[in-house]
Nanobody, 125 residues
Framework: QVQVVESGGGSVQAGDSLRLSCAASGRTTSPLAMAWFRQGPGKERQFVAAIGWSGNPIYYEDSVKGRFTISRDNAKNTVFLQMNSLKPEDTAVYSC??????????????????WGSGTQVTVSS
């Protein structure tokens, strides 16, 4: 089994930055493709960003392009989401997901095998 654990959430003001981390551990012999999703109050789960096991390819949801950056450190089995210029509409529970290879359906939550429990990000105006 693979465990996925997020960290780094918090409460910030609009315009501030946060860096989320996602660590994968357990029964995996090679790096996993990983993605970030978020779910705001009363909203459906939304794709945010995804990264292949080697660091490529990388995909972003349109509303975060230019503000968020996904990266990874395979030596630490960790993926990061650097979030800059945060807006109140970015408020959500951010969850990390993983699977062996990044599929063409990378933006669909059902494409991922392993999930973390999420970390809250709250952005105040």
């Amino acid at each position: 089994q693979v465990q996925v654990v997020e960290s780094g959430g918090g409460s910030v003001q609009a315009g501030d930055s946060l860096r989320l981390s996602c660590a994968a551990s357990g029964r995996t012999t090679s790096p996993l493709a990983m993605a970030w999703f978020r779910q705001g109050p009363g909203k459906e789960r939304q794709f945010v960003a995804a990264i292949g096991w080697s660091g490529n390819p990388i995909y972003y949801e349109d509303s975060v392009k230019g503000r968020f950056t996904i990266s990874r450190d395979n030596a630490k089995n960790t993926v990061f989401l650097q979030m800059n210029s945060l807006k109140p509409e970015d408020t959500a529970v951010y969850s990390c997901a993983a699977r062996p290879l990044l599929p063409s359906s990378y933006s669909s939550p059902t494409s991922y095998n392993y999930w973390g429990s999420g970390t809250q990000v709250t952005v105040s105006s």
